[in-house]
């Protein structure tokens, strides 16, 4: 049932485009499948605001949450790693994982970005496909408290998806307050070698 929820919020976390609005109604439909209902009512909430704004609206909020905002940026590894050669590490293993599943990036698409963790998450199922997931949870919970303290209603599908991941013990609270107080590692002046450059491509 997972699965349903990670292809819904993958598609929500979009830039919200003419052709999302327009699948307002089968959107509602797949909100209605979503279980528990807790985590349902939360998408249900979103989708009350989001169909109700207009396009134009829609699009600046989503630029001014996501884009114009590093600590709420929806590229995962980003959170840990900042913008060292570890991050580029991170991505390649994760472009690897997708390949081995047969999902294919489109040109200049990131593995990390959360819509796409969050379709593999769907199609790969429980195991492999939640283990991204899993893996970059202090990087998700950093980001929905970024997003629940600018107020906006996209926080209602993080918290979605935070409701289905297995629970934090006390040392991932204590890594995520630590990441949180000392933000992701500085740039370093050593660049990507050829093999890791490859994964933005």
């Known amino acids: 049932m997972r699965a349903r929820l990670f292809q819904l919020v993958s598609v929500l976390l979009t830039?919200?485009?003419?052709?999302?609005?327009q699948a307002g109604p089968g959107l509602?439909?797949?909100a209605a499948g979503v279980e528990p209902p807790e985590v349902r009512a939360k998408v249900v909430t979103f989708l009350d605001w989001f169909l109700t704004v207009t396009p134009m609206q829609a699009q600046r909020?989503?630029?001014e949450t996501f884009d114009l905002r590093r600590r709420s940026g929806l590229y995962l590894t980003y959170y840990l790693h900042g913008d060292t050669r570890k991050r580029g590490m991170a991505l390649l293993m994760l472009k690897q994982r997708y390949r081995a599943h047969g999902l294919r990036l489109a040109d200049g698409e990131l593995p990390d970005l959360l819509p796409i963790v969050l379709e593999f998450a769907a199609?790969?199922?429980?195991?492999?496909?939640?283990?991204?997931l899993r893996q970059h949870r202090q990087g998700i919970e950093l980001l929905r408290a970024a997003i629940e303290e600018s107020g906006s209603p996209y926080r209602m599908l993080v918290e979605a998806i935070v409701d289905v991941l297995p629970q934090l013990g006390d040392?991932?609270?204590?890594?995520?307050?630590?990441?949180?107080?000392d933000g992701p590692p500085d740039l370093e002046t050593v660049g990507l070698g050829p093999d890791l450059i490859e994964v933005s491509r």
């Open 15 to 21: 830039y919200p485009d003419d052709e999302l609005f």
């Open 28 to 30: 509602r439909e797949a």
């Open 61 to 63: 909020h989503y630029v």
């Open 123 to 132: 199609v790969a199922g429980p195991g492999d496909g939640e283990a991204p």
């Open 171 to 181: 040392r991932d609270r204590e890594a995520i307050e630590a990441l949180a107080f």
